[in-house]
């Protein structure tokens, strides 16, 4: 009797046994994720409150994860990184064209190139350019008109479209007008009160600080000597150090501003009376610092 109910017993307990071998059979087929990782999978993806969490593989030795927001996933289910918000404070946007405030002059006379202007000045004019007669308007109003205060005007041999290194402008210095302030840049504190001046192309505006003034003359044409008229383009960098040295050693003094190769130059040239026979020269250099305001186009020919 003790023998038959041990096998019932032995029975009961190989059923119970099946039955839970099937049972957990059943319930890893429908829950696979309950399964431990297989150590050569590269990669994991889990849901974890509302999160997507891209871990690495446990084989690579570290345990960096990608944290990605649940609403970061894309119509094709692909994952979209959580970019910062966007700030339009922070867009720094290209400043639009303006209209040329020069633009009136500019379309009634061709021959004009820039307007230069030195604030708190009497220096306030159009620049013209003629290459083909370098003096026409130095007894020429802006109409073409004799006039014997004549207007500022470029050297043949520089040229603003495109722009060589070093732009001359002459004028005369008539009393108060033309470049009759330009004159004043022999006393440091006048400089020190106008240090800036600007010249208005067609294209924008050009900002310079004024490097150098002192006194010169035209010389004959076989003196070897500097001649600060005779520079226009720096090829190289000897070019550019040798304007840029002699220049700075004639000024009546250290205006503090400084350039390097590849910078741009004007100059401003006037009659001076400290040599007789009209061979005088006074003479202003500036160096660009920046380009201000850029102008919507006045014609097709004016791009650099």
Known sequence: ?????RVIVYILVILFAVCLVVGCVFLFWDHPDVLPPKESEISETLFEEGELVVQEPVNKGHEESVSLSGNDISGNGEAVLDLPEFDPSKVVEEEAPVENPYKEWFL??????????IPDTCVDYPVMWTPEDEEYYLRKDFNEKYDKTGVPFLDSESSM????????????NFKDIMFYDVLKYEDESYFKDHP???LYGKDCEHRYAVMAAFRSRV???TDTCFKYYKFFEAKTEEEFKDFYDNVKELSYYDTGVTASF???????STCSDHLPGG?????LVAVEIENGDKYLSI???TSE
């Open 262 to 268: 590849g910078d741009k130059f004007v100059t401003l």
């Open 196 to 198: 800036y001046l600007y």
């Open 279 to 283: 061979v005088g020269r006074f003479v």
């Open 219 to 221: 010389y004959y044409t």
């Open 108 to 117: 009634k006379n061709d021959d004009m190139v820039a307007w230069i202007k």
């Open 299 to 301: 014609d097709e020919g």
């Open 1 to 5: 009797m003790k023998d038959k109910n």
């Open 161 to 172: 479209y495109p722009m060589t290194t070093n732009l001359i402008i002459y004028g005369h």
